[in-house]
């Protein structure tokens, strides 16, 4: 059974831009997840095919299409629960204090990139990492959803299979508890 950090790791691979080594990283997660029979797995068969299927070139393609230069489909949490205003901010700035607190290095992407979150959310204790995923991922998934017309678009299907494993995985109840989309900030920290 594979560790919260490499489950976590493994969704974000699939959502890595899809150059050689990104492809590489998303053949290893899906061989990581299938093995695990991990919660949402069953999901991808859409993505597996293309995967399978399509090269390296076709793969970027797709990607840059379904997510470069959409507003709607970014892949920036923060972008999807607050826009460009001082909450984003907020959010990126206690992001990027937790990345630190646990030594992860800032790659190219922004803190509330989804994949940085989901790498965030596998590593930090059980209160804070249900609180992150439930009060910000979460909500970014269902709206980054709402950005997609195309059904059959490989990616929707990563999107709703990481929605259902975190649903899984953290819980999906109702209550308002502190979480980092506030622009309070947390007292877990």
């Not at 790791?9 to 899906?30: I, K, M, T, V």
């Not at 984003?88 to 937790?98: D, S």
Request: with cysteine.
């Amino acid at each position: 059974m594979l560790t919260a950090p490499k489950l976590h790791d493994a969704w974000a691979s699939l959502l890595a831009y899809p150059d050689e080594n990104g492809s590489a990283f998303a053949a290893r997660a899906l061989s990581e997840l299938e093995a695990d029979d991990a919660a949402g797995f069953h999901e991808l068969g859409t993505f597996r095919e293309f995967f399978s299927r399509d090269g390296v070139t076709e793969r970027e393609e797709l990607f840059t299409q379904t997510f470069d230069g959409s507003d709607d489909r970014a892949l920036e949490v923060g972008w999807h629960l607050h826009g460009e205003n001082y909450a984003r901010g907020a959010l990126m700035v206690r992001l990027r204090k937790l990345l630190g607190e646990l030594d992860l290095f800032e790659t190219s992407e922004l803190p509330d990139h989804l994949g940085v979150v989901l790498g965030l959310v596998g590593r930090l204790d059980e209160t804070r990492g249900d609180a992150l995923a439930r009060g910000v991922i979460l909500p970014a998934i269902s709206k980054l959803l709402e950005g997609f017309e195309d059904e059959k678009n490989p990616y929707r299907c990563v999107l709703t299979g990481m929605q259902s494993f975190l649903t899984d995985y953290h819980g999906a109840d109702e209550e308002r508890a502190e979480t980092l989309s506030t622009s309070g900030g947390t007292h877990h920290e």
